[in-house]
């Protein structure tokens, strides 16, 4: 087991036994799965989806997914019930098994509809680069287009989107640009959500991501004092711990799965 992970190990064990709760919450690509070439071939391995679902079943155990994804994408792509989610990087919400989107976030969906249709139009010029539709934004993926063409691809967006730089935030991605409404909503905002209505009691909180969409819910898990944890080869600075890559948070989700079903639950009778 890498160091950071026997180091998070012991502190998410010490606080569920003296009677905190978990609050574990996570990016899904390139954190609970590998990057790939097109999103929809990043499937979460079976067996993470079985200690996911061990985790979320473990009292005084919160589990949630954020993504860029959409909601409804996210949600199949996980594939489990019982998990609070944020969709759309924290505009759509699930919480506690109810579906939670803000009136602005609505509003802002004609403007979206009207760039997401023009970015497209553009795309012929720029072989393998394409367009993720979602709900309330979108995504320009690049990874297969020619390296050549990235930064004229990047600025000929740009220069689509700053009209309306009052109306949008544009996010860096793993060879992305996402594009979603300025309203303060982030995964951020989602992670404090997710935790405010998992309980009242004292919690110990973990966020895991990979990105720079990422770096306000790590801060909002540092700053309740939790743990920020880094993954892949270049997280968000802001994370107080890091591991190398998916495989290394499954290998340390797994141990915790396994911890927790022998550990004592001192809230729980004898």
Known sequence: MPPANATILERLLTAYQRGERLVLVFDYDGTLTPLVAHPRLAHLDPDLRDVLARLAATPRVTVGVVSGRGLDDLIGMVGLEGLNYGGSTGLELVLAGERRIPIEVLASRPLLNRLTGATERRLPAYPGA???????????????????????????????LEPHAADLH????????EVVPAIERDKGTALRAIVAHSGNEPATVLYAGDAANDAHALAAAA???GIALGVGPEPPAVANYRLPDPAALTELLVALAEALATSPDVRRPA
């Open 170 to 177: 544009v996010l860096d991605g793993p060879m992305a640009i």
């Open 223 to 225: 700053e309740m004092g």
């Open 130 to 160: 394409w367009v993720e539709k979602k709900p309330f934004g979108f995504t320009v993926h690049y990874r297969q287009l020619a390296p050549d063409r990235i930064e004229p691809l990047r600025a000929e967006i740009a220069a689509l």
